[in-house]
């Protein structure tokens, strides 16, 4: 959230935040985080890609 100036889950996600659920209990806003973390892992690593590709 440092990285884009936002500092809440509803202003990053928008409309797809259920804001009822702050707190990420339920399966929705989980599964909304997993896949987050998830693309931003491949988008680190194609950013990344030259120097990384010495150890593959």
């Known amino acids: ?9 509803s202003e990053l ?3 797809k935040w ?3 659920d702050p707190l990420a209990q339920d399966t929705y ?3 909304l985080l997993a896949w987050f973390g ?4 491949l988008r680190n690593i194609a950013y ?3 120097s990384l590709e010495n150890y593959i």
Do not use: I
């Open 1 to 9: 959230m440092n990285g884009t100036g936002l500092y809440s889950p």
């Open 13 to 15: 996600f928008g409309d």
């Open 18 to 20: 259920d804001k009822e």
């Open 29 to 31: 806003n989980q599964n």
């Open 38 to 41: 998830f693309e931003e892992t």
């Open 48 to 50: 990344n890609f030259e």
